[in-house]
């Protein structure tokens, strides 16, 4: 079983910037495509960033140009790199893996909060 943990989040002013982390634990994560996701409060979760094992990106438009994925497969972490940060952005975020039908079960998530 594939267990997530997110770190990373905190407050953040409009325009700032936050690191986001997710360590997996398994073996097989250079083999997984990974994906970033997130939940504002009274939405849906919604994938805002992938990354293939081969390491080809995708961004939801809302963050494109802003986010930025990557991956390293020796720590088995995914990273999201969040830049000029808006309020919109508030929200849990969390790692799984988008080509799953049924997703791993969800980690406890990293609060994103973007407030001035």
């Known amino acids: 079983q594939v267990q997530f943990v997110e770190s990373g989040g905190g407050l953040v002013q409009p325009g700032g910037s936050l690191r986001l982390s997710c360590a997996a634990s398994?073996?097989?994560?250079?083999?997984?495509?990974m994906g970033w996701y997130r939940q504002a409060s009274g939405k849906q979760r919604e994938l805002v960033a992938a990354?293939?094992?081969?390491?080809?990106?995708n961004y939801v438009d809302s963050v494109k140009g802003r986010f930025t994925i990557s991956r390293d497969n020796a720590k088995n972490t995914v990273t999201l790199q969040m830049n000029s940060l808006n309020v919109e952005d508030t929200a849990v975020y969390y790692c799984?893996?988008?080509?799953?039908?049924?997703?791993?079960?969800w980690g406890q998530g990293t609060q994103v909060t973007v407030s001035s």
């Open positions: 799984n893996v988008p080509s799953r039908t049924i997703p791993y079960p």
């Open positions: 398994t073996s097989w994560f250079r083999d997984y495509d």
């Open positions: 990354i293939t094992s081969g390491s080809t990106t």
